[in-house]
Nanobody, 124 residues
Framework: QVQLVESGGGSVQAGGSLRLSCEAS????????MGWFRQAPGKKREGLSL???????YYVDSVKGRFTISKDNAKNILFLQMNSLKPEDTATYFC??????????????????WGQGTQVTVSS
């Protein structure tokens, strides 16, 4: 089993930055692929970014150039650095992990492990 715990959400003004963290524990060897999703009220969950076990990163167009995914493999912590935030980035952000990779965009279906979510609110 794997546990994922996010932190780092909050409220910022447009143009600001936040860094999300996701600490993984348990059978972390079973989750070589990790990523971030978000879900805004009334909208479907959307995949934002993915990092594979080789450190290669992937992004959806809406966050490319503004968000950066990274991972501290020694500590099993996944990060999402979010810069130039916009009001439309307001959502609950989720860390996700799986034994295999997934393409972007992605709905999150069939991804096994999820964090509890952390709220990000961007005001104009």
């Amino acid at each position: 089993q794997v546990q994922l715990v996010e932190s780092g959400g909050g409220s910022v003004q447009a143009g600001g930055s936040l860094r999300l963290s996701c600490e993984a524990s348990g059978d972390t060897y079973s989750i070589p692929y990790m990523g971030w999703f978000r879900q805004a009220p009334g909208k479907k969950r959307e995949g934002l970014s993915l990092i594979n076990p080789y450190g290669t990163t992937y992004y959806v167009d809406s966050v490319k150039g503004r968000f950066t995914i990274s991972k501290d493999n020694a500590k099993n912590i996944l990060f999402l650095q979010m810069n130039s935030l916009k009001p439309e980035d307001t959502a609950t952000y989720f860390c996700a992990a799986h034994s295999g990779g997934w393409s972007l965009p992605h709905s999150g279906m069939a991804i096994k492990y999820w964090g509890q979510g952390t709220q990000v609110t961007v005001s104009s």
